[in-house]
């Protein structure tokens, strides 16, 4: 197929755009299994099936390590495609299995049901609210805090190094070079804070394995294939994947059923379909749009050749909507039958927190449905200019 036929120069990143993506990823879907997008050079893979394909070929298809050295100084477990990468990540993969993170349900549950009580209250006194101001951000910042065995003092330096960090992805492929200059020196100046501050916890445990997850740091096994700039990296990168993706998980998810009161009164009901919500939640609306490979040589897929060293994306968000996979699957029903999605990725690199976020939000919305069964939002809500890990920047919730 010719390229020339199979091509795009739209702009991802226009605010109108990242509220609604949904037209522009369609209109993707129409030109083709795999789209150019011109300005930024990059090769889009569209369909669910062509997507796993991909992904389940790290051989051919590479984690570009360079964006994990852009957003965490150095390369950090998801930038490699090898044995490290499993050593890396068999450091902390205990603290995040599934059976183990149920276990923190004990320590979640009080303090959720604290903040959402508090934003319920003001709530049901005539206030219009941010929920991510008031909750969504404070949620994940507490958990991973508490994980690493931080103290409250330091939650919102984490919660605002993460905000900046979120940016570097686009920003490095951004086509405006002012921008992405201005983009970058911020988001590196708080990686740098985050960093440092990282390295002096790993330091304050003095080579003392402790049951959290900077702890985890300090033990034999880390030391041992692992400098400091890497153990305080591959934290980092913990950090800002579970902070980013939950804290847009819930507020998504509070959207979602504002804008189906009877699937949310339906949720009210039935407690037991919340788990199911959740997955809904991820599948239509996605948080992680995009994922970046790159092709280690040329390679064919659904008829369109990807030429070697290639910049690819892996546009989760519209294999998320695969009508081929999916009936209807621009409708939000949280009835639907689970199926497996790529709301975490998929292969080699899926995301290792992801048992923690589905159970954040689990009680997130058991807490929120016990003590305001109904809200109203905006319909005008600002999903700022970050396609690639999307989420609302604020979203005022009052009584219905």
């Not at 991802?12 to 949904?22: G, I, K, R």
């Not at 998801?78 to 995040?96: K, L, N, T």
């Not at 980013?244 to 819930?250: A, G, I, N, R």
């Not at 009164?265 to 039935?270: P, S, V």
Request: aromatic residues 8%; contains cysteine; charged residues 30%.
């Amino acid at each position: 197929m010719s390229v020339q036929d199979h091509t795009t120069a739209e702009d991802f990143f226009a605010p109108e755009v990242v509220a609604d993506p949904y037209p522009l990823l369609e209109r993707l879907r129409g030109i083709g299994p795999v789209v150019h997008h011109e300005a930024m050079d990059l090769w889009m893979v569209i369909g669910f099936d062509d997507i796993k394909w991909c992904a389940a070929r790290p051989h051919v298809f590479e984690f570009p390590a360079e964006w994990q050295v852009g957003t965490f100084g150095v390369n950090v477990m998801q930038g490699f495609d090898d044995e490290r990468h499993d050593a890396i990540r068999a450091v902390w993969s205990p603290d995040f299995n599934r059976r183990h993170v149920q276990g923190y349900r004990a320590m979640i549950t009080p303090m959720v049901a604290e903040l959402v009580e508090a934003f319920a209250e003001r709530v049901r006194a005539g206030e219009a609210v941010d929920l991510v101001d008031a909750v969504t951000r404070r949620i994940p910042t507490f958990v991973i805090t508490e994980l690493m065995g931080i103290g409250p003092e330091r939650r919102a330096e984490y919660s605002r190094w993460s905000d900046e960090m979120a940016r570097i992805p686009q920003a490095m492929i951004d086509s405006d070079p002012r921008r992405r200059e201005r983009t970058l020196a911020e988001a590196f100046a708080a990686r740098d804070e985050m960093l440092d501050a990282l390295r002096a916890e790993i330091a304050r445990r003095d080579g003392v394995e402790t049951p959290d997850v900077i702890g985890r740091a300090a033990s034999e096994g880390a030391t041992a294939t692992m400098s400091l700039d890497e153990r305080a990296a591959n934290i980092a990168s913990l950090v800002f994947a579970g902070y980013e993706t939950t804290s847009k998980l819930l507020a998504h998810s509070v959207l979602m059923l504002a804008r189906h009161p009877e699937q949310r009164a339906l949720l009210e009901r039935e407690r037991d379909r919340i788990p199911a919500a959740v997955e809904e939640v991820l599948r239509h609306c996605g948080i992680t749009m995009m994922t970046p490979r790159r092709a280690r040589e040329d390679v064919e897929v659904h008829g369109v050749t990807i030429p070697a060293g290639a910049t690819v994306g892996l546009m989760f968000s519209t294999a998320n909507r695969d009508p081929a996979r999916w009936e209807q699957p621009a409708r939000f029903d949280v009835t639907r039958a689970p199926k497996q999605h790529y709301a975490f990725g998929f292969g080699l690199h899926h995301c290792l927190g992801q048992s923690l976020a589905r159970l954040e939000a689990d009680i997130f919305l058991n807490e929120l449905l016990d003590r305001l069964p109904e809200w109203d939002v905006p319909e005008d809500i600002d999903f700022g200019t970050n396609f690639f890990i999307r989420g609302p920047k604020a979203v005022p919730v009052s009584a219905a």
